[in-house]
């Protein structure tokens, strides 16, 4: 009898965080033996949601980004024999613990500091925080290559790659699809006036507010670009960006012998999750509905508008600048995304402003900081949030300009 898989869930309580423990859950109800072990669960603010999956999988270790939620996390545990930590630093610590497989699904580049520290102690990432591999795809590679340990892709897209994916050497191109958001056939003249809560309802995906409104912009699509290009050797010009509304394939591998070879199912976290926390060894049974191609009856396929959405070619144009180019732009769009939804600029103003940072950054004295390190990621880090955030107060300006 094989021993239970541990793993590990960072950022469990977002969207990818809670698809993994019903993943997790699923499998071990269905079998006469523990699937799956949970060492530790980790969260940002969400304590309460924390302490009631903490409650369920009954890990060994959990910790909550927020140190004044401690407390509340302390006492919510206190009769389980469980530790519990706070605190960022904590988070990282808690990622080098050994576990066959950490989920890595920290929202944005907050993730990068624990995912790094996983790898570097010798852990097997899955990983779902796309914002890492784009901001130090090079770094993380290279890491995970010195302490031979897999970086499994996670996202449902590069999921979807992954398990269709031969011999290097024989691909062609990386077909990546999206559905183009809620705003796929929306006037130009009507993305004037997109309010937050209009972009975070996605006609096919269940997601967190930061992923939901990237896909709106269509940034989402570019950054998987980006996540595409450094997971798997590839050149961003042999990565084509389709839109299919239906979300049913989820990305492909064109071959030069001229087949291409799909993934395919329903709109699903769980499915390339579970693909992700078991492999190589074996694929698990979960509770995703099966796809019914008869009742589907019908697949389309078109090209992304780049003049409506114009953040695919910005993505493209950071990564051939090559350098710290796409950690400026996926900080910038991190920033941008943030104070749209705090009703600090327009929805069109995203784009902007991650082009104009991007620009000012290639023109500035860190144009050739190569990211060769962690510090050197988040100097970078913090050179793009200044630079968005001189770009939100002249959006600030140009409003109250305008009211006047």
Known sequence: MSAARTVSIFGSTGSIGTSALSVIEHANAESD?????????SAGQNVSLLIEQARRLKPNHVVIADEQLLSDLRDGLSDLDITVAAGRGAIIEAATRPVDRLLAAIVGIDGLPSTFAAIEAGNSVALANKESMVCAGPLLNRLAAQKQVAIVPTDSEHNAMFQVMERREDIAR?????SGGPFRTLPAKELEHVTPERALSHPRWTMGRKISIDSATLFNKG???IEASYLFDVPEDQIDVVIHPQSI???????????????????????PISHALTWPERRQETPVEPLDLIALSQL???????DRFPSVGLCRSAI??????PTVLNCANEGAVAAFLAGQCRFLDISWIVEMALERFLAGPMA?????SLEAVLAVQAEAERLTSALLDDVKRQKQERRA
């Open 33 to 41: 033996r523990p699937i799956y072990s949970v060492d530790t669960l």
């Open 174 to 178: 990386l077909i990546l699809t999206g």
């Open 223 to 225: 950054l998987e670009l």
């Open 249 to 271: 394939v989820h990305s492909a591998v064109a071959y030069r012998d001229g087949s291409v070879l799909a993934q395919m199912g329903v709109p699903d976290m769980r499915t």
């Open 300 to 306: 389309d396929f078109e090209a992304p508008d780049s």
């Open 320 to 325: 051939r600048a090559g350098n710290a180019a």
């Open 368 to 372: 050739c900081e190569d990211c060769d």
